[in-house]
Nanobody, 119 residues
Framework: QVQLVESGGGLVQAGGSLRLTCVASGRNFKYYRMGWFRQAPGKEREFVAHINWGTGNTYYADSVKGRFTISADNAKNVMYLQMNSLKPEDTAVYSC????????????WGQGTQVTVSS
């Protein structure tokens, strides 16, 4: 049974930093494309970044590239999202996600953690 649990959200001033953590359990996630998404009130869910836990390859949305860094510790089944130079528009609920097969569509989601950036 796949479970994803996020933590690390909070309130931060513009220009500050936060580090989000996603603890995954229930299977071997090696070679899976694991991702971070966010959703602000009244807006559609937005892709933030993903990482292949086997190859280490990463990909970022243009809106966060150069400011956010996704990483993973395969041995601990933990994924991180380091967020620097935060902007008010980064305010959203951030969720981690996993597909049911290595390169499949995202099907498993965590409960989300709130990130609020004040101006």
């Amino acid at each position: 049974q796949v479970q994803l649990v996020e933590s690390g959200g909070g309130l931060v001033q513009a220009g500050g930093s936060l580090r989000l953590t996603c603890v995954a359990s229930g299977r071997n996630f090696k070679y899976y494309r694991m991702g971070w998404f966010r959703q602000a009130p009244g807006k559609e869910r937005e892709f933030v970044a993903h990482i292949n836990w086997g190859t280490g390859n990463t990909y970022y949305a243009d809106s966060v590239k150069g400011r956010f860094t996704i990483s993973a510790d395969n041995a601990k089944n933990v994924m991180y999202l380091q967020m620097n130079s935060l902007k008010p528009e980064d305010t959203a609920v951030y969720s981690c996600a996993s597909p049911s097969v290595p390169e499949g569509n995202y099907e498993f989601w965590g409960q989300g953690t709130q990130v609020t950036v004040s101006s």
